[in-house]
Nanobody, 121 residues
Framework: VQLQASGGGLVQAGGSLRLSCAAS?????????MAWFRQAPGKEREFVAA?????AYADSVKDRFTISRDNDKNMVYLQMNSLKPEDTAVYHC?????????????????WGQGTLVTVSS
């Protein structure tokens, strides 16, 4: 199974970015959970958002980020609006076989390599 994240870059505070994650090598069901985590320099990896048939979000990104999926294309997206400097991190997509959403990274079976998002002030 491979998860390939893309779409990161440099953006000014208040701007937007859309991350994409392409899944291959496994026939994920439409209810298997797809998620985004992030890791800022010197910090632990943290939960950002996840989706089975609906999305769940960390409080720090709620109302700014939107997670979505295209099951036909095996893709998951993270639309990030109103970006803040504290959103700067490497963003990783992850997947777990099951329909329950967890914020615990240990529950996820598969991980992508990450894409860097840098938000300047």
């Amino acid at each position: 199974v491979q998860l390939q994240a893309s779409g990161g870059g440099l953006v000014q505070a208040g701007g937007s970015l859309r991350l994409s994650c392409a899944a291959s090598g496994h026939a994920f069901s439409s209810y298997d959970v797809m998620a985004w985590f992030r890791q800022a320099p010197g910090k632990e990896r943290e939960f950002v958002a996840a989706i089975n048939w609906s999305g769940a979000y960390a409080d720090s990104v709620k109302d700014r980020f939107t997670i979505s999926r295209d099951n036909d294309k095996n893709m998951v997206y993270l639309q990030m609006n109103s970006l803040k400097p504290e959103d700067t991190a490497v963003y990783h997509c992850a997947a777990r076989l099951g329909k329950i959403i967890y914020s615990d990274m240990a529950k996820y079976n598969y991980w992508g390599q990450g894409t860097l998002v840098t938000v300047s002030s």
